[in-house]
Every structure is written in C-alpha cells, then in structure tokens.
C-alpha cells in the first residue's frame, strides 16, 4: 500500500516551461513535506519542505503548493533549465513514528 | 552531505553470502536510517536507529539486520543475500525533528 502517491512518472518539457509534479496522501499523521532532487549516481538532496499550515511556500524557482483539505501538494519548477534534469521526489513525515515515506519518484527531462 | 560516508560505493556479490554496508556520519546525530531505492518504489527504509544499540525496523526489513555499537556507524548486514535485495541502499541521518540527509549510496549487485 502506496500511502504517497506521486505522478507522472516522467516527465519531459522545454527550457523555460514549468513541470508540476503531484503527489497525494491519506494519512492526516503526516505534518512535514518534503521534497528530494536526485541526481544519476548521487544520493537525493533536500530541495524544499513546507508544513500543512501554509498553502505555499516559494524558494527560488521551486514552488511547492499544498491542498490540506484535498490532502495534495505539488511542486512547480518556474523557467525550467537543463539542469533541473532531474529525479524528484516527495516524501511525507508521520510524526507519531517518525518515519518518512516517499513517493514513487518522477523522471523529470529540461530539453535545451 | 551532512558528513555522511558510505562504504563500499559499489559492491557485486553472490547469493548466499553475507554482505555488510557501513554508513559513517562525523557530526554526532542521534537517528540514521537505511534506506534501499529501487524503481517505481522511490525509497523504502529497511532499519533505522535512534541511538547507540537502540534501533527498530521499517517497511521492508526482512532478510536485513543491523548494528550501531557506536555514535557514528550504523551498520547494515544482509545474512544471505538473495537476487530481490539487488538494489541502491542510501543512509540517512537526521536533523532537527524531521529532515532527512542523505549519504551518496551504496550500489549492491547480487548474482
């Protein structure tokens, strides 16, 4: 049982255009969203993190937009760049066990 | 990266031998975390410990054991290994009450 639930699973767009990956949950224990970039070979690096008590949360061109009610959040990369070829994921954290489970993951391409 | 070494790096072994991952961390934290990355499963954490000699199991811990005699190893053995446990293993410290950082991985193949 999948109890994050991440899509696409892969994604291709031009420079310049913006991605969203989504990611869905059920577990209302969970109070801290994180999101993971990985690059081939290395390990995921925290990218941006936000809490249920705010709707958005911005940090440089990474967006995350968070649905308390529909228990969804997004991430949104504005001006998309080569370089942001990229696996992403998202992971929420379950206070009571204090586990973090992840996502599926989402290939993302930055054609030139 | 959080001052977190794995060793070794890559590692190709046959089924039915025993295999131990080591994860060393220099700056002191509490709670490390194993954790195996395969395809369409994003990550899935084996075992993680909240202190020297204290350590619990996670989602998919069968065929796994681990050891932290101390602070800064956290040792991950597979008794036996089998083909299904061909996979990245990835270990994790963590800051504050809830982020996680990751090590560079551990890349295991067993034939």
């Known amino acids: 049982q999948q109890q994050v639930k991440q899509s696409p699973q892969s994604l291709i767009v031009q420079k310049g255009g913006i991605p969203i990956i989504n990611c869905a949950y059920e577990?209302?224990?969970?109070?801290?969203f994180p999101w993971y970039q990985q690059f081939p070979g290395k390990g995921p690096a925290l990218l941006i993190a936000i809490r249920p008590d705010v709707s958005e949360k911005k940090e440089g061109r990474f967006t995350i937009s968070f649905n308390k009610s529909a228990k969804q959040f997004s991430l949104h990369i504005m001006d998309s760049q080569p370089g942001d070829s990229a696996t992403y994921f998202c992971?929420?954290?379950?206070?009571?066990?204090?586990?973090?489970?992840f996502g599926q993951g989402t290939t993302l391409q930055v054609k030139p | 990266d959080a001052g977190i070494t794995q060793s070794p790096r890559h590692k190709v072994t046959e089924t039915g031998t025993p295999v131990t991952l080591r994860c060393h961390q220099t700056?002191?934290?509490?709670?490390m975390y194993w954790y195996r990355q395969d395809p369409g499963h994003g990550l899935r954490l084996i075992h993680y410990?909240?202190?020297?000699?204290?350590?619990d199991k996670g989602e998919v811990s069968d065929g796994y054991s681990v050891s932290r005699s101390k602070t800064e190893d956290f040792l991950l053995t597979l008794e036996s290994a089998t083909s299904s446990q061909t996979s990245v293993y990835f270990c994790a410290i963590r800051l504050g009450t809830d982020t996680q950082y990751f090590g560079p991985g551990t890349r295991l193949t067993v034939l």
């Open positions: 992971a929420a954290y379950e206070r009571n066990t204090g586990k973090l489970i």
């Open positions: 410990s909240y202190g020297v000699k204290d350590t």
């Open positions: 577990n209302t224990a969970f109070d801290y």
């Open positions: 700056e002191n934290h509490r709670y």
